[in-house]
């Protein structure tokens, strides 16, 4: 069993930033790969980002490469995903999520965290 918590989330204007960060806890959290995913409203949840654990390989969704970068302090247990060059289209309720194998899949992923909201101002 993964238990996540997100947090980080809250109001910027475009072109800001924010850093999301996503506390893990349980057993053998480092096998997991992680990922982040939104959803705005109205919107299926969509992929974002995700890491392999180990080894740290990425894979990122167009919209947001060059701008959004997803990291990982093993030591913490936490997943970072760093929020650049903000648009008012990434608004939405941002959720972490683990899965055994790097997917960018919604339901390749078992746990989830309960999400934190992410609103940028135009």
């Known amino acids: 069993q993964v238990q996540l918590v997100e947090s980080g989330g809250g109001l910027v204007p475009a072109g800001g930033s924010l850093r999301l960060s996503c506390a893990a806890s349980?057993?053998?959290?480092?096998?997991?790969?992680m990922g982040w995913f939104r959803q705005a409203p109205g919107k299926e949840r969509e992929f974002v980002a995700a890491m392999r654990l180990r080894g740290g390989a990425t894979s990122y969704a167009d919209s947001v490469k060059g701008r959004f970068t997803i990291s990982r302090d093993n030591a913490k247990n936490t997943v970072y995903l760093q929020m650049n060059s903000l648009k008012p289209e990434d608004t939405a309720i941002y959720y972490c999520?683990?899965?055994?194998?790097?997917?960018?899949?919604?339901?390749?992923?078992?746990?989830w965290g309960q999400g934190t909201q992410v609103t940028v101002s135009s």
């Open positions: 999520a683990a899965t055994p194998l790097l997917s960018v899949f919604v339901g390749d992923y078992n746990y």
């Open positions: 349980g057993r053998a959290f480092s096998s997991y790969a």
